[in-house]
């Protein structure tokens, strides 16, 4: 069983940046980012594999940026720019044998 232990969300202004982590216990192979705002469907923001490809919703490319650290099993998504559009909770997953989730944190971008 993979645990996910998320952080780093919050309120910040239009303009703005943050930055989340996620850590996983046990082996992984791709990790990232979705998000669900209210109302709507949960998105892939980013995702990036073990072996360092990357993908981003259009939305965030150019804003966002995807890193990994596989020594510590954690990965991180810097947020730049940010927008009222990227107010969300934002859920790591990390795909082992089926895919695991975090618990989602709160990110919210005032105008």
């Known amino acids: 069983q993979v645990q996910l232990v998320e952080s780093g969300g919050g309120l910040v202004q239009a303009g703005g940046s943050l930055r989340l982590s996620c850590t996983a216990s046990?082996?992984?192979?791709?990790m990232g980012w979705y998000r669900q705002a209210p109302g709507k469907q949960r998105e892939l923001v980013a995702g990036?594999?073990?072996?360092?490809?990357?993908n981003y919703a259009d939305s965030v490319k150019g804003r966002f940026t995807i890193s990994r650290d596989n020594a510590k099993n954690t990965v991180y998504l810097q947020m730049n720019s940010l927008k009222p559009e990227d107010t969300a909770v934002y859920y790591c997953?990390?795909?082992?044998?089926?895919?695991?989730w975090g618990q989602g944190t709160q990110v919210t971008v005032s105008s």
């Open positions: 997953y990390a795909d082992q044998w089926k895919t695991f």
């Open positions: 046990g082996i992984i192979f791709s």
């Open positions: 990036i594999s073990s072996g360092g490809s990357i």
